[in-house]
């Protein structure tokens, strides 16, 4: 079983940064690729983006591309998803969950089954 756990969420205005994290116990980080994912009220969940488990191929949606970058310290078992210059659309409870990391991970319709996932962390972009 692979615990994840999510942090870093808040209330920031429209073109604001937060990076949020994401950590595990687990010492074999290293074996998991990891995506992040996000939900909207009265919205599918959306795949965000998505790293290997070596850190040395990403993917990311359309959404937030040039805006948000995936990276990944398996050394202190820590993901994180830098995002800048958000938007209000940005708004939504984000997870981080272990699972593959293709180009069909991330979108709005990902067809991608991950294995574990976080609780999630909560991110408004308001004025």
């Known amino acids: 079983q692979l615990q994840l756990v999510e942090s870093g969420g808040g209330l920031v205005q429209p073109g604001g940064s937060l990076r949020l994290s994401c950590a595990t116990s687990?010492?074999?980080?290293?074996?998991?690729?990891i995506g992040w994912f996000r939900q909207a009220p009265g919205k599918e969940r959306e795949g965000v983006s998505c790293?290997?488990?070596?850190?040395?191929?990403?993917n990311y949606a359309d959404s937030v591309k040039g805006r948000f970058t995936i990276s990944r310290d398996n050394a202190e078992k820590m993901v994180y998803l830098q995002m800048n210059n958000l938007k209000p659309d940005d708004t939504a409870v984000y997870y981080c969950?272990?699972?593959?990391?293709?180009?069909?991970?991330?979108?709005?319709?990902?067809?991608?089954?991950?294995?574990?996932w976080g609780t999630g962390t909560t991110v408004t972009v308001s004025a």
């Open positions: 969950a272990a699972g593959p990391c293709t180009r069909a991970t991330v979108g709005e319709k990902t067809s991608v089954t991950m294995d574990y």
């Open positions: 790293i290997s488990p070596s850190g040395g191929s990403t």
């Open positions: 687990k010492a074999t980080l290293n074996y998991y690729a």
